[in-house]
Antibody
């Protein structure tokens, strides 16, 4: 089955770090660019990061604090989140990039930043 | 700062037609922004409805269609059904900011 599955979410305090993972299966992961998209509770979707085989992009809201990476041998995508803020509380989705849209989404992992 | 605008809410009668729009604060939306529309129901991941402005994703009923109307991208639902009641998000590709989502439209079917 073609799918993405996020993990690594949890409750952390402001200023702490967390590393999210996204496991891909059922397709050739290395052939696709992938993204992280988040959704704060009760709010809309926010694109935050993208990685291809040669480039990375970040939204202004996370640039300098979050780092996206991938391990094609392990069919995995990662998001290292440092200096977390209360406003980073959200469900984090990984999403496959195909034909200029996000054609495959995971179910998301919840990150709560609270003291 | 790039802002993508959507109607916060919309209502349509069952069987009716509704057009949701997606605008850009910095100017007109065009096909080069690769407008994409997603549908999201509570507790679920988004589902692609329309990409490349007007291409319907696999399995999406043909009552959903995408277009450019004036200076905005548009999603039209023709013959709305009860299970179309969802949140709808558009997203645009903007060079300087990569992908920018609109705030979403909550569609009520009643």
């Amino acid at each position: 089955e073609v799918q993405l599955e996020e993990s690594g979410g949890g409750l952390v305090q402001p200023g702490e770090s967390l590393r999210l993972s996204c496991a891909a299966s059922g397709f050739i992961f290395s052939s696709y660019s992938v993204n992280w998209v988040r959704q704060a509770p009760g709010k809309g979707l926010e694109w935050i990061s993208y990685i291809s085989d040669s480039s990375t992009w970040y939204a202004d809201s996370v640039r300098g604090r979050f780092t996206i990476s991938r391990d094609n041998d392990k069919n995995s995508l990662f998001l290292q989140m440092n200096s977390l803020r209360v406003e980073d509380t959200a469900i984090y989705y990984c999403a496959r990039d195909h034909e200029w849209h996000f054609d495959l989404w995971g179910r998301g992992t919840l990150v709560v930043v609270s003291s | 700062q790039t802002v993508v605008t959507q109607e916060p809410s919309f209502s349509v009668s069952p069987g009716g037609t509704v057009t949701l729009t997606c605008g850009l604060n910095s100017g007109s939306v065009s096909t080069s922004h690769f407008p994409t529309w997603y549908q999201q129901t509570p507790g679920q991941a988004p589902r692609t409805l329309i990409y490349y402005t007007n291409s319907r994703s696999s399995g999406v009923p043909d009552r959903f269609s995408g277009s450019i109307i004036g200076n905005k991208a548009a999603l039209t639902i023709t013959g709305a059904q009860a299970d179309d009641e969802s949140d709808y998000y558009c997203v645009l590709y903007v060079d300087s900011a990569h992908w920018v989502f609109g705030g979403g439209t909550k569609l009520t079917v009643l």
